[in-house]
């Protein structure tokens, strides 16, 4: 139960973000730039210019994979 509840806030967590990255991907919009990726780096929303973003090394969260892949197969 414990486990559930620490996936529970962590899947709020997420979503919080990616609520947050879209409302920035709107005000990039907004503001007339286009070819922009929003993410989340350090501890902030940043935006990039798509070509770099694009040749940039990604890390994969491990957990996040298991939660996005649990809440994707049921």
Known sequence: RQGCQ????????????????GTMAVELLC????????????????????????SMSKDLDPYLFHITHKLTTR
Do not use: H, P, T
Not at 36 to 52: C, N, T, W
């Open 6 to 21: 620490a996936e529970r806030r962590y899947c709020q967590e997420i979503l919080r973000r990616a609520s947050a990255m």
């Open 31 to 54: 503001e007339g730039k286009s070819n922009r990726v929003v993410g989340y780096k350090e501890g902030e929303f940043v935006d990039f210019d798509i070509q770099e973003a694009l």
